[in-house]
T-cell receptor, first 114, second 116 residues
Framework: GENVEQHPSTLSVQEGDSAVIKCTYS??????FPWYKQELGKRPQLIID?????GEKKDQRIAVTLNKTAKHFSLHITETQPEDSAVYFC?????????????FGSGTRLLVRP | GAGVSQTPSNKVTEKGKYVELRCDPI?????LYWYRQSLGQGPEFLIY????????DSGLPNDRFFAVRPEGSVSTLKIQRTERGDSAVYLC??????????????FGSGTRLTVV
């Protein structure tokens, strides 16, 4: 089955700097890669996703890149702000039968220092 | 409803007891997923329903765990003979399962289960 590895486990950056989180996946059939932000005690919230037919997607300060050959994808946050502090999870999914099953990475705790 | 609702939000139970966790998905969402999130970890897949049937239960850790969705809407995750290692946040998510496009998952706020 699918296995997703995520690095680093913790990341501390100065406000205004960029943050990069990287994930690798094992199942070459995976074709959907979302990123979730989870604040303490809250539900995971989708912040951006990418499908396998594109290599990069951007939404304001957030971008995701995908390298299907190497089976890795990354989240880039520019001009970080204190409110970006949270745990971020990557996930990968392949279509199976009638739906998709998300497999998550272990998470990255991002701290943005004011 | 407007979102995925999970009840109770918190549950404390004694080791060996039986617990039921409830998930009420978004109306019309045919696909429903249960995940378990241990402290400091990512959500771990448990089981997925398409309609009333369990399409994939490969993530259930052992036979103490069981889930049902009898009418294709509300789902109940049942844990028998609870153990301290079962302590975690149990998350439910739903999506419009008939869509061929990926995405569209909505997560509930979870049930925090503590086994003492």
């Amino acid at each position: 089955g699918e296995n997703v590895e995520q690095h680093p486990s913790t990341l501390s950056v100065q406000e205004g700097d960029s943050a990069v989180i990287k994930c690798t996946y094992s199942d070459s059939a995976s074709n959907y890669f979302p990123w979730y932000k989870q604040e303490l005690g809250k539900r995971p919230q989708l912040i951006i996703d990418i499908r396998s037919n594109v290599g990069e997607k951007k939404d304001q300060r957030i971008a995701v890149t995908l390298n299907k050959t190497a089976k890795h994808f990354s989240l880039h946050i520019t001009e970080t702000q204190p409110e970006d502090s949270a745990v971020y999870f990557c996930a990968a999914a392949a279509r199976m039968d009638s739906s998709y099953k998300l497999i998550f990475g272990s998470g990255t705790r991002l701290l943005v220092r004011p | 409803g407007a979102g995925v609702s999970q009840t109770p939000s918190n549950k404390v139970t004694e080791k060996g007891k039986y617990v039921e966790l409830r998930c009420d998905p978004i109306s019309g969402h045919t696909a429903l997923y249960w995940y378990r999130q241990s402290l400091g970890q990512g959500p771990e897949f448990l089981i997925y329903f398409q309609g009333t049937g369990a399409a994939d239960d490969s993530g259930l850790p052992n036979d103490r765990f069981f889930a049902v969705r009898p009418e294709g809407s509300v789902s109940t995750l049942k844990i028998q003979r609870t153990e301290r290692g079962d302590s975690a946040v149990y998350l439910c998510a739903s999506r419009l399962g008939t869509s061929r496009a990926p995405g569209g998952y909505t997560f509930g706020s979870g049930t925090r289960l503590t086994v003492v």
